[in-house]
């Protein structure tokens, strides 16, 4: 059956966070269908804590309305923090004044997905257009910038503080200067490095070589990129992007350093036609004007995850595909398993579709960046393909699915029927629909 409600609501407290679906408030794990495309959010302890933090990943993703004060407010909302039972969560801002609330004059949330802030991009300018890459705090104070207030908003949306910004910066534009074919002295100069000795060891201390070494020297340069589902990571060099990734993603500083470890390579903030460009095609995909991606990759990885990889670029946009039948296309028919652990590892979320593979009794099952983030872009690319007929698709709370487990071998789970609920969506595939 399917459960219908007026709106869509999310309260940190209507619901505990165990056996909690992402993006529904029941506490049985029921589904909560509002249109015809329901829209999925964090669970309501996740968007709390990003509430309270001011988590600047969060913007877009969803809106918090305020029982006491009437109206609704960005995640990063610089306004007192509200209590959690006084809050709850809305998808869109259609949604919250929907519910009855007005926009918050602070923090504007009609004006749409927040960039980053003026102070931010202005502080980023600044150091692309000195010349030696450095911004000092009389610098600051001649353009009418309070240091610290420059210090504090940069560290909270960069998660680095803005003196180290400079310096991996300047260390980036000193290794282009030095692999160019420029004297070392004089990349140093150029860089504002008085000191030859301190230099080179900084130099050495971000990329493990002496600048004189630096020919076979690689580097990764890295940019935040802006999305309606949050901020993204992504790195890239002369080969090919090499990972594209929600800054909230589990293990992501795991990923940082092994790509570290097997590229020997360092990774500072840059600039780079490749990054421009997957800024560019991500805007399109959002704005449900790009199908596919078709940037330069450079996935780092085994013989058999490259495998797997190459085999979720087949699968068309709107569709999914369970790990068995990506495994039988791989040539290894019981190999579902592999081809899960293969999926997890994959670091170009969204140019190699790895959201677009699910479990065969059509459960979403896991994602990094968030089981919410899985469902939104499979409902996302659901919208811009014609003629996919409605199918029942299941969510299932934890609990149930263990006593399933527990009691299939003996026909005694017949009463689990009341703990699951089928909700009405749009499917993203029949299971075993083939494709080229």
Known sequence: MSVQTRKSR????????????????????????????????????????????????YEGVFFTGVKTTGIFCRP????????AENVEFFPTVTEALH?????????????????????????????????DGRVSDKDLTAMGVEPTTARRQFKAYHGMTFHAYQRARRMGLALR?????KPVIEAQLARGYESTSGFREAFARVFGAPPR??????????????????????????????????????????????????????????????????????????????EQFDVPLAPVGSEFQLRVWAELQRIPLGRTRSYAEVAARVGLARGHRAVARANGSNMLALV?????????????????????????????????????????????????????????????????????????????????????
């Open 10 to 57: 999310w309260s940190p407290v209507s619901a505990p966070a165990k056996g909690l679906r992402p993006g529904y408030g029941s506490q049985t794990g029921v589904g909560v269908e509002t249109d015809a495309h329901p829209q999925s959010l964090p669970t309501p302890r996740t968007m709390y804590r990003a509430l309270s933090r001011r988590d600047a990943a």
């Open 99 to 131: 519910g009855g609330y007005r926009p918050c004059r602070l923090c504007r949330p009609m004006n749409g997905t927040k960039p980053a802030p003026p102070l931010v991009e202005r502080l980023r300018r600044a150091v692309e257009a000195a010349p």
């Open 352 to 436: 190699i579709p790895c959201h677009r593979v699910i479990r065969a009794n059509g459960d979403l099952c896991g994602y990094a960046g968030g089981v919410w983030r899985k469902q939104r872009l499979l409902e996302h690319e659901r919208k811009r393909v014609p003629g996919i007929g409605h199918k029942k698709a299941r969510y299932v709370t934890k609990k149930a699915a263990a006593l399933r487990f527990l009691f299939v071998g003996c026909g005694a789970f017949s009463w689990l029927k009341r703990e699951e609920t089928v909700v009405e969506q749009k499917p993203c595939a029949t299971p075993g629909e083939t494709y080229p």
């Open 213 to 290: 070494g630096a020919k076979g020297v690689a580097c990764l340069l890295a940019r935040r990129l802006e999305t309606p589902l949050g901020t993204m990571l992504a790195l890239a060099d002369d080969t090919g992007l090499r990972l594209l990734e929600f800054v909230d993603r589990r293990g992501l500083e795991r990923e940082l350093v092994g790509l570290r470890r097997r590229l020997k390579c360092a990774i500072v903030p840059g600039n780079h036609a490749i990054l421009d460009q997957t800024a560019v095609q991500l805007a399109e995909y959002f704005a449900g004007t790009r």
């Open 76 to 83: 990063t909302c610089k306004a007192k923090r509200p209590r």
């Open 177 to 181: 200067d030095v692999k160019s074919g």
